[in-house]
């Protein structure tokens, strides 16, 4: 009993050293406690396919830091939400997609669409968009 108390609480201080949300799902995939398809990860980002694609290319960025959304991110990020979109440049490469071109969402709160409270940054391509937006 006191053990497994001990263990818990070591395991949430470990998440809560890496500034994760023990809750998260992008947190869990980040840190490998949950599983999907990792197509590239750093010691900033982590980027999986979606379980749900709406396209041939539909891959998940994620600080692997927990950051709620836009409207939760600080100065002291910008060089994490820059490396989104060096990241975003990487997979569109790995995936064959640059020259076809892409798209690169961010949805922001309930009016915006996000579903999944850990900010993402959806790279989706390998077909044309539609448009208008909104
Ligand atoms: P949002 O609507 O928040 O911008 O996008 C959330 C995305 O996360 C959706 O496209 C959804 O399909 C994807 N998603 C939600 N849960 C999981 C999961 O557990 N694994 C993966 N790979 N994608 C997920
Ligand atoms: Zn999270």
């Not at 949300?21 to 599983?35: D, L, W, Y």
């Not at 569109?92 to 922001?108: L, S």
Request: hydrophobic share 40%; aromatic share 8%.
């Amino acid at each position: 009993m006191f053990r497994a108390y001990t263990i818990d609480l070591y395991s949430r201080l470990l998440l809560l050293w890496h500034k994760m949300n023990p809750t998260c799902v992008f947190c869990k995939i980040a840190s490998g406690e949950a599983k999907a398809n990792i197509v590239y990860q750093d010691e900033w980002v982590t980027a999986f396919r979606d379980i749900h694609p709406v396209a041939p290319t539909h891959v998940l960025i994620v600080p692997n830091k927990h950051i709620q959304s836009i409207s939760h991110a600080e100065p002291e990020d910008e060089q994490i939400l820059g490396h989104l979109f060096t990241t975003a440049r990487k997979i569109a490469e790995m995936d064959g997609i640059t020259e076809g071109g892409y798209r690169t969402i961010v949805n922001t709160g309930a009016h915006g669409g996000q579903t999944v409270f850990h900010l993402h940054m959806h790279v989706i391509g390998g077909q044309r968009m539609k448009y208008p937006m909104g």
